[in-house]
């Protein structure tokens, strides 16, 4: 049974948000943007820094937006990327959130193990290593004295949503990225928190994506011009459990990538996968909607296009992407495959002089032309996609016969293209706003708007968003 109503999904990336409205009914999905904005981020004198009172104001504007086209929103829901957090005495945001690319977070790894090893700490927690999870982050927050004035660590989703209801929580799926979450009961690790010195009582409750968090506050409600006080439900808060609940998987033989800034590389399992092996190869359990299990492996995404391309901006160049992803298409000649994982290319800077220099470090030709540049990105991430699938497959048990591309990626043809002919597999790509057709989802199953599970949802988005299709060559 589909009833009809429309919700409001703020979506939030590491370059840029969005405000979408989403109109559900029997025979309808559909998603509308009525704001997009840039997320660029601040760099000060102590670090790089999330603007993030500037995205506030960002969404209360496209909510207002959303409310001007549809003044009887049934709900509102917030997903963005994971790890990042702000701390809060009382109401008060005490920190200006520091951005997971900020050089602070080596230093939390050191502090972190030398309590905790690695494997003790994958067994706990279930996440692969990257040096910027949350848990090292906080390690270098309590060695600077910065937790001793907290009383609440709220993800920046969950804060957002504290700033709209005065509730705060925690959302199960982004908390989970953070490494203080039991990978087996879903719960706030207490062993973990002690040894790691981290008080237990920073941390809020939990809740489930779908789980109501409250009302708008008045004053929020007149702010964006309406007299109703507007639920504010949890979804998939991390944006890739958004993204994968509207990922269309028909058949239990596929793979997803959630493909933006970074490449989110996996298949959905019923349980966490925690051998020696897994860890090896540093296979991350993510929390997903509905109890699902993300097992997946974080690869360096299209954050080494884009990063390119502001370089050469700020060298002057005037750079039409469509243009030079077109000329790449048209290079006959080898690029060099080097790797897109390796942890010089994380932070933000000259990212073509640095994969020359590490084309270099790795004896291969380097490319020397944009649109040669451009080739050598695309055919080194679907060559680590490549190598992430089928270690998928080996590690999970579970065969992979298509691989799903949703989010921005999905557009790229040649990199859907070179994906298909590197794995293998046949892809299907689409669709594009996976993240935000998630998060509307979930709001709307949550208002009784849809029922089902998330295969049930899943045929949903294939045949409104019929994906497009790409087979090895």
Not at 444 to 471: D, H, K, M
Request: charged share 20%; glycine share 10%; with cysteine.
């Amino acid at each position: 049974m589909t009833s009809s109503g429309v919700v409001a999904a703020v979506d939030l990336g590491a370059t840029s948000g969005r405000v979408i409205i989403g109109r559900v009914g029997p025979d309808t999905l559909s998603v509308e943007a009525v704001h997009r904005f840039p997320n660029q981020p601040v760099r000060t004198a102590d670090g790089l820094h999330w603007n993030i009172l500037e995205l506030y104001r960002n969404v209360l504007v496209g909510l207002g937006k959303a409310v001007a086209a549809e003044p009887g929103l049934a709900s509102i829901g917030i997903d963005a990327w994971a790890v990042d957090y702000a701390l809060l005495r009382g109401d008060m945001m005490i920190n200006n959130p520091f951005h997971y690319r900020d050089e602070r977070t080596h230093r939390g790894v050191e502090l972190v193990h030398d309590v905790v090893d690695l494997a003790s700490l994958y067994a706990a927690n279930g996440l692969q290593f990257l040096p910027f999870n949350t848990v090292y982050q906080l390690a270098v927050d309590r060695a600077a004295g910065q937790l001793d004035g907290a009383d609440t660590v709220l993800m920046l989703p969950d804060l957002l949503s504290f700033w709209l209801t005065g509730e705060k929580v925690a959302e199960r799926t982004n908390a989970s990225t953070g490494g203080l979450l039991d990978v087996r009961s879903g719960e706030w690790n207490d062993e973990l928190m002690n040894r790691l010195g981290l008080p237990l009582a920073l941390f809020p409750r939990l809740v489930a994506a779908g789980s109501r968090i409250g009302r708008l506050r008045h004053s929020v409600a007149h702010e964006i011009g309406t007299d109703r006080a507007i639920d504010v439900v949890a979804v998939g808060s991390h944006d890739t459990a958004s993204a994968v609940v509207a990922v269309p998987m028909l058949t239990d033989d596929a793979a997803y990538i959630s493909s933006g800034t970074w490449s989110l590389v996996g298949v959905e399992l019923d349980k966490p996968v925690l051998d020696d092996s897994s860890r090896d190869a540093n296979f991350t359990n993510e929390g997903g909607v509905d109890g699902r299990i993300r097992y997946l492996h974080n690869v360096m995404g299209l954050w080494l296009l884009s990063e390119c391309v502001r370089t050469w901006e700020r060298d002057g160049a005037h750079v039409d992407l469509p243009t030079l992803i077109t000329q790449a298409a048209q290079v006959r000649s080898q690029v060099a495959i080097f790797d897109a994982n390796d942890p010089g290319l994380l932070p933000p800077g000259d990212m073509p002089s640095r994969i020359v220099q590490l084309c270099a470090d790795q004896g291969l030709s380097a490319p020397r032309t944009p649109a040669e540049l451009v080739r050598s990105i695309l055919e080194s991430l679907a060559a680590a996609y490549a190598e992430a699938i089928d270690q998928a497959q080996l590690l999970s048990g579970k065969t992979i016969r298509t691989v799903h591309i949703v989010g921005g990626g999905s557009q790229n043809t040649l990199l859907c293209q070179l994906t298909a002919d590197r794995t293998g597999r046949t892809v299907l790509a689409g669709p594009v706003e996976a993240t935000a057709i998630g998060n509307v989802l979930v709001q709307s199953r949550a208002a009784g708007l849809i029922v089902g599970e998330l295969e049930q949802l899943r045929a949903r988005v294939a045949r409104t968003f019929p994906p497009t299709s790409y087979r090895p060559r």
